[in-house]
């Protein structure tokens, strides 16, 4: 909560980075460094705020990725109230493929592409 008591725009950021974080962790495509040195990084996101938050409440955040081909990745972003019951926030993010190692750009992964493609349409 910030002094408007709502949640401070910054938090917002913070719950898409987390399902982000969810997402590729459940894809189980990505593996972590220094396992590999290819992995995903965002190269771009925003966030329009539709309602104001309010404490006390439980929120849910939704991500679906919306286009993904080798050279990046388009995810979409929801959160919604529990306790209103609305959404109140949706959130965009651009992701790339980037070598860890080269510290360079990179294709991303047949194997990621084909995870999100199967998780995408089992929901």
């Not at 938050?53 to 388009?74: A, C, M, N, R």
């Not at 972003?77 to 750009?105: H, P, W």
């Given at each position: 909560?910030?002094?408007?008591?709502?949640?401070?725009?910054?938090?917002?950021?913070?719950w898409?980075?987390?399902?982000?974080?969810?997402?590729?962790?459940?894809?189980?495509?990505?593996?972590?460094l220094?396992?590999?040195?290819?992995?995903?990084?965002?190269?771009?996101?925003?966030?329009?705020?539709?309602?104001?938050?309010?404490?006390?409440?439980?929120?849910s955040?939704?991500?679906?990725?919306?286009?993904?081909?080798?050279?990046?990745?388009?995810?979409r972003y929801?959160?919604?109230?529990?306790?209103?019951?609305?959404?109140?926030?949706?959130?965009?993010?651009t992701?790339?493929?980037?070598?860890?190692?080269?510290?360079?750009?990179?294709?991303?992964?047949?194997?990621?592409?084909?995870?999100?493609?199967?998780?995408?349409?089992n929901?």
């Amino acid at each position: 909560m910030d002094a408007f008591r709502h949640v401070n725009n910054v938090v917002y950021f913070r719950w898409f980075k987390i399902a982000r974080i969810a997402y590729f962790e459940k894809l189980g495509a990505f593996k972590p460094l220094p396992d590999t040195t290819i992995g995903p990084i965002l190269v771009e996101t925003s966030a329009r705020y539709l309602k104001a938050l309010t404490y006390p409440d439980t929120i849910s955040v939704g991500v679906k990725s919306i286009h993904f081909s080798p050279e990046k990745i388009e995810q979409r972003y929801l959160i919604v109230s529990q306790r209103k019951n609305y959404a109140c926030t949706e959130g965009a993010a651009t992701i790339f493929g980037y070598d860890y190692k080269s510290m360079k750009r990179a294709t991303i992964p047949d194997q990621v592409l084909k995870a999100i493609e199967k998780l995408e349409k089992n929901h």
